[in-house]
């Protein structure tokens, strides 16, 4: 791969390649980076949900273990 890119210039090698590669993967790269933040903002909507669920138990717990009137 280097004996190609030894006599071009400086430029081909880091703007018009990496545009190119830009141009012909950017779906593919958006899909893909799409989909993990979609995966993230999933886990912390499930993160939030239990957190707010194993809160929600502690305080009915302990409010209901102080009555005594069980």
């Known amino acids: 791969m280097r004996e190609i890119f030894a006599g071009m ?18 779906g593919l790269i958006a899909s893909v980076v799409g989909f993990v933040i979609g995966l993230l ?9 239990v957190g707010g669920l ?3 138990v502690r305080k009915f717990m302990s409010s209901s273990s102080s009555r005594g009137d069980w």
């Open 9 to 26: 210039p400086w430029w081909v090698k880091w703007i018009a390649v990496p545009v190119i590669a830009i141009f012909v993967f950017g």
């Open 41 to 49: 903002f999933k886990v912390l909507v499930f993160v939030v949900v």
């Open 54 to 56: 194993i809160f929600v």
